[in-house]
Structures are given as C-alpha cells and as structure tokens.
C-alpha cells in the first residue's frame, strides 16, 4: 500500500538548534517527493520537492532535504532554525506519470521553535 | 495575481443543513482536488477533478459532492450526510502538462463549524 510516514508527530527546538524531520514512504515506481510548510494562519505551501538527479535538494528558507533511494527516505533539515520556523510540516509523494496525480501525504510534523 | 481563492474562511451552519465551499483558480490548472485538514491526521482526499466535468472520490468522500462545470471552479457540497463536517478544508490544483510532476498549489482553506 501506498504510505508516507513521518517519525516526529511534535517536535520543540530553541532557537540555532537544528533540525532534522524524518519521513519515509512507500511508494512503487519512480516517485516525486514533497515538503510543504504550513505556517500560523497561513496558506499551505511548498518548501521543497524531489524529482530527479542530485538528491539532496534545497528549498525556501534554508531548508535541504535529501532522498535516499534505497532507505525510501527524504528527510528534512536545516541546520539552524529560528523563531519564524514554527509551523506544520508535511511530507508528500506521488507517480510520475499518466493518471497518477494524487498526492500521498503524512500526518504532518508540528514544529515549536523557543526563542 | 495567479492563484487559488476559497471562500469563505470562516463558516458556519447549523447541523443538517447542506453548505457549499467554493473554490476559484485562474492559475489555468486542469486539476482540482478537495482536502480535509484535522488535528493530527494530515491531509484527507475528498473529491478530485482532472478533467472538466468528470471527478473522482477520494479516500473519505462520504457525505460529500462536487461539481466540475468550469475548468476554474470546483466547489465541494458538505451534505447533512456528513457525520462529523466540522473541519479545515482546503482546496488545491495541479496542471497536469508535462513537467508538472504534480506539485500541488493550496488556498487559504475554509473553516467550517456546524453547530
């Protein structure tokens, strides 16, 4: 079955900690791969995404996340968070190709950052 | 402005009436797609459109409908059906070219409350 899995349901971090959200999936064929951020009162919105060659991708914000094929992980960092990280994290992947559009998304990482 | 507009963003109804949510993109994306946001359980497919007049149940589509006689609009009926309507919904799209590698675009979702 088709899953994503995210590790950390609440995560709590003062700030210039850093920052690692876990998340792996199963998924079969090629895959794209998804972190979208939703911050307090605000639009869900893509941080970064995975579809082929380097894998270790860069997003908005200072946020990398990198895909390790053979462990079916992408994982989530940022070496120094502040403040403004606080928000709801998601982790997402779906097919490459023809009809297979729809999302699968994990249960999401809520992230406290004390300043 | 390209994007996606839902509204309203706060609703409420009171139980047993029917309410309809509305969503409007003019990002000219050909897919549309329903989710229910609540505490701790991710993202949940309702309905999904990839076409102009045709549309898919998602994974908890009970109590719900959808209509697709627009490519830009795609509203969502929460029908008295609905056991438990209270919920963030958030609607989403995608185009569905090529290299869309199917990342999803989000509105400012609706809160609705039936009392």
């Known amino acids: 079955a088709q899953s994503v899995s995210q590790h950390n349901h609440h995560v709590i971090l003062s700030e210039a900690a850093s920052l690692e959200l876990g998340c792996n999936y199963s998924y079969g064929g090629t895959v794209n791969l998804f972190w979208y951020v939703q911050y307090p009162g605000q639009h869900l919105q893509l941080l970064l995404k995975y579809f082929s060659g380097d894998p270790l991708v860069k997003g908005i914000k200072g946020f990398e996340a990198e895909f390790i094929k053979s462990k079916f992980s992408f994982n989530l960092r940022k070496p120094s968070v502040q403040w403004s990280d606080t928000a709801e994290y998601f982790c997402a992947v779906t097919g490459n190709a023809g009809n297979n559009r729809k999302l699968i998304w994990g249960l999401g990482t809520s992230l406290a950052v004390n300043p | 402005d390209g994007g996606i507009t839902q509204s309203p963003k706060y609703l409420f109804r009171k139980e047993g009436q029917n ?97």
């Open chain 2, 19 to 115: 309410v309809t949510l509305s969503c409007e993109q003019n990002l000219n994306h050909d897919a549309m797609y329903w989710y229910r946001q609540d505490p701790g359980q991710g993202l949940r497919l309702i309905y999904y459109s990839q076409i102009v007049n045709d549309f898919q149940k998602g994974d908890i589509a009970e109590g719900y409908s959808v209509s697709r006689e627009k490519k830009e609009s795609f509203p969502l009926t929460v029908t008295s059906a609905q056991k438990n309507p209270t919920a963030f919904y958030l609607c989403a799209s995608t185009t569905t070219g090529l290299r869309s590698y199917n990342e999803q675009f989000f509105g400012p979702g609706t809160r609705l409350t039936v009392l």
